[in-house]
């Protein structure tokens, strides 16, 4: 067998140096390996399962679904093989190592032994320069691999990454030209999306009529429905420009005609209506505009239009202004057009609500004054009206907002001792026992909360309440009153709320020695809402875990086929299949699916985002049909869509009612999956931090998505934020630093097991507060641990913000389900 020399001169400077140095020490333990996967039957592994518009793929068939075990990253060695060598550059690309993937793809088509090894390695080498963005190379390494084999499957592929590449280039009409020959060869599966980038081209060439033909061709073409409607607000927006305005309405009519989302619709309304106008057809476009006022007040569109509107001087209702105004935050005008409607109408033709919105608009603007005057209003002349209740309600925020937290406390008693009757009773009884409990008198905060329970408890601010003041009752040392109200919570609640009831029962009986208490408490809490932090944390106190307790060893290797049968006995009994047969491979009615073929094809073609949304769709579309899910797990499993895999998987167990531990390992991994095993193993070994917690945090965080992106400028697996991020590029004295690089799987994972580290050295290893600290930063952190102590559970409690709570106790979740699935001992 023909093997193949490595020698990195340049590139080697490119490989990133921590990982570089630990890789070394793992090559000899490794070699050996590889040349044992060598000398298999490659013909044997796991195919590819590609979609077609009909699904015929070219051959009979997988006969095992895709493995969802990696091969391992490992660096080249003078004899690796040229099969396993390809593997390996494979693995570079999935990883995020582009520069990599680029140069062991080149080594691999230098030295490849046979034509479908080379061409495997030229399409991939393809692949790689244009994910690394390096068009130029890409344009050539496709055009070699298109010249070389054009009978490849791949090879119409092949034309449209390079129909990207070319883009990448502005070379726009190498571009036109690939794309329409796919279009020639692939007619009818992504031939929305090849329209568009048609249109693109001519459009930057100048093809302006043929571009709004394309574009239109796109449209009707057919594509899940949200991206149908950005691109016909695209198609519209070109039209304008074109000058054909009724082309542009026609795009508007048809969004309108399946949208449901109100501010949406009334962004769109406000397109169409400014489209009119600025044809001159200005009577329609104002008509559209007074449509906005009427049906979305609530919208900034409803305020623009209203300008436009009054511009034109068109008549504007001062009640409808005011609100308007209002919603916008435009305070003043608000105040000025609902005083004005208020003195030019009589008592019964003023509505509550404009006193009440009147009241919160001075208090907007400071005055407090009068917007208690506005207030009382309500109060004194509607007293049977529902907003009666809500303007008592806002004399108390009015004067908690003015820092008269006595006179707000006042406010709040008075609701409950004399307006009971009230929906808004409870929650003013809520807000003065919150008051009080926040301003230094916890025992009058559980004395209101406790009223609270007893007056309205089937209310969601009884149960609130109620926790508060078995808190507030722990933290006074009543030890005993706060569990007899830890108790109460536990026999009137459900859910995760009753799992946290008792797990705090558990943890006050055990305080005072009653162990079987304790220990009945701590099963209930288990039981109560398994995958939840709650229950997670009871099974740890029985099984006498500390809190994030690492296993004492791993296991990431299974056997598939034997769990797979059984996940497929399971699946049978649970859901009453009568299915002779594997159950894995698509049904027909998935396999002709239009949105499981146009996401198939467009991940093959490296357009993720728009596969990930077809995915979506589908996904969605069979939520609750287990075998499906099922079926849409194992797929996108095998073609490397993450996230949409996790989503099905997670199905399948919603599906069966059941925790995600009652379901079969093999399902359960699809749930809670363990990718990019290679890299994180490896940064975990370097930075001694549990793999699992790594898992865990790139689950909660991404998903599994490498281009997951969150409004605060979070990137990557690990969603770090840009200044921490350029924080961490220097420290680790990352070359070039952009904050695209978090894109890249190694990177994101490197980056955020970095400042996991940082935060576990900062906090002594505490895991918890280390979470905390990596998702609200240590300084608060810091400030919760002086609070609670070594006390982990007391350390949730003090967590001041509710989504770094969430985040925390999610992870427990998550990292108990890891470690039943992953770990030993």
Known sequence: MMQ???????????????????????????????????????????????????????????TLPPTETPLPTIPPTPTVPPEVALQIADQYLTNGYFENAVATYQIVLTNAPSPDIAASAAFGLGRAALREGLFADAVNSLTDFINRYPTDGRAVRAYFLRGDAYMGLSQWAAALADFQYYLQQRPGLVDSYAWERIADA?????????????????????????????????????NVTAGQPQEALNQYTAILAVAQNAPYRALIEFRAAQTLIDTGDTENGLARMEKILSTYPETSQAYDAMQILLAAEREVDDYARGRISFFYGDYQDSIEALTRYSTQNTLANIPAELH???????????????????????????????????????????????????????????IGDNYDYLPEAAEALWRAGYLYGTNENPTESRAVFERLAAAYPDTEQARSGLFLAASAAYNLNDLAGAERLYARLATTTTGEDQAAAYLWVGRL????????????AFKLAASAAPDT??????????AGRDSFARPTTFKFEFDEAAQRAEAEAWLRQTFSLTQEGDLWPLTPNLQTDARLIRGNELWAVGANAAAEVEFGDIIEAYQNDGLA?????????????????????ANVIRAAGVPTLDAPPYIARMRYPAYYLDVVLNVAQRRNIDPLLLFSLIRHESLFDTYATAAAGEKGLTQVVPATAQYIADELQWPDYQHSDLFRPYAGIEFGAFYLEEQLRRFDENVQAALAGYNAGPGRAITWLELSGD??????????????????????????IYRALYGAG
């Open 509 to 520: 009986a055990q305080g005072r020695g009653d162990s079987r208490t304790a220990e009945e």
């Open 202 to 238: 001519q459009v930057a060439l100048g093809q302006l009529d043929e571009a709004l033909l394309s574009y239109k061709a796109a449209a009707d073409a057919g594509r899940t429905l949200v991206p149908e409607l950005a691109l016909r607000e695209k198609v519209a927006q070109v």
């Open 629 to 649: 899910s099922y079926q849409l797990a194992i797929f996108l499993r095998g073609i490397g869509a993450y996230q949409p895999s996790v989503l099905a998987g």
């Open 533 to 542: 932090y709650f229950s997670a944390r009871a099974a740890d106190i029985l």
């Open 4 to 62: 193949i020399s490595f020698q990195f001169s340049a590139f080697s400077s490119q490989f990133w140096k921590p990982l570089r140095t630990a890789v070394f020490s793992v090559i000899l333990r490794l070699v050996f390996s590889l040349f044992l996967l060598s000398s298999c039957n490659l013909g044997e592994q796991p195919a590819v399962i590609y979609v077609t518009a009909t699904f015929e793929p070219a051959t009979a068939g997988p």
């Open 356 to 414: 009440l919105l009147l009241g919160r608009a001075y208090r907007e603007i400071g005055n407090g004054a009068a917007a208690n005057v506005a207030f009382q209003t309500v109060i004194d002349q509607y007293p049977t009206d529902p907003a009666f209740g809500q303007a008592l309600l806002e004399q108390g925020r009015t004067k908690f907002l003015a820092t008269d937290i006595d006179g707000a406390i006042e406010q709040y008693l008075s």
């Open 791 to 816: 006390d982990p559970d007391q350390f949730m409690t003090t967590i001041t913000i509710e989504s770094t709570r969430i985040y925390v106790q999610r992870i427990y979740g998550f990292y108990s």
